[in-house]
């Protein structure tokens, strides 16, 4: 699987935006791009994901830039429930090994009132 | 809809017992994995299964390691003997399934419940 680099740590302030960096310049034409996270003492869950454009939902919005080696993940207005370790995971949609998430360290996001 | 189900939430042991995890996952769901995550790193998958067959088990230390998944549904993960490198978190995850694409599965996203926290003495 193509690997992911992330910071190992990032710190916002409350109610300002965040955006959370991801750099995979070994990304295939197959590869999706996915962001999980994880809070404290609970299993990671399900950000947003995308291919090749950008991409809106509820708890998120995901910038992927034209070549596809770099994507950001952006929360509009951090809050102190935003505190987690954040994923950015390839996965492969023709890979028929059953879409195992692979996951790196993630960045560790510290919100601050 | 009710989530991934693991207990026990926490278990001290003491090195070379053995211990048992179990998972019930979302209901119809086909795929099941277990993560190991030890503190300060990521999950690190062990095994996946689809339906009650092993797809991928290939990280997983068979000397020690053992997971089932009967009918299908539950899946159970022991360690025996345990050891200390054997202390973190195991997740149990679920999903759709596979048979295509990811385009049969719009997110694709795996469903984690909260964990066991195993700590070996």
């Known amino acids: 699987d193509a690997k992911t680099t992330q910071p190992n740590s990032m710190e916002s302030n409350e109610e300002e935006p965040v955006h959370l960096p991801c750099n995979h310049s070994?990304?295939?034409?197959?590869?999706?791009i996915h962001w999980y996270r994880q809070l404290p003492s609970q299993g990671p869950e399900y950000v947003i994901h995308?291919?090749?454009s950008n991409v809106n939902n509820r708890m998120a919005s995901l910038a992927i830039a034209e070549d596809r080696k770099s994507s950001t993940l952006i929360l509009h207005r951090a809050t102190l429930r935003d505190a987690a370790v954040y994923y950015c995971i390839l996965r492969d949609s023709n890979s028929n090994s059953g879409y195992a998430l692979n996951f790196g360290k993630g960045t560790s996001l510290l919100v601050t009132p | 809809e009710a989530g991934v189900a693991q207990s026990p939430r926490y278990k001290i042991i003491e090195k070379r017992q053995s211990v048992a995890f179990w998972c019930n996952p979302i209901?119809?769901?086909?795929?099941l994995y277990w993560y190991q995550q030890i503190l300060g790193q990521g999950p690190k998958l062990l095994i996946q299964f689809q339906n009650n067959g092993v797809v991928d088990d290939s990280q997983l230390p068979k000397d020690r390691f053992s997971a089932e998944r009967l009918k299908g549904v539950d899946s159970t993960l022991k360690i025996q003997p345990a050891k200390l490198e054997d202390s973190a978190v195991y997740l149990c995850?679920?999903?759709?399934?596979?048979?295509?694409?990811?385009?049969?599965?719009?997110?694709?996203?795996?469903?984690f419940g909260e964990g066991s926290r195993l700590t070996v003495l």
């Open positions: 070994t990304i295939s034409g197959t590869d999706y």
């Open positions: 209901s119809g769901h086909a795929t």
């Open positions: 995308g291919l090749t």
């Open positions: 995850a679920s999903g759709v399934g596979f048979g295509g694409t990811l385009q049969q599965s719009p997110t694709g996203e795996l469903f």
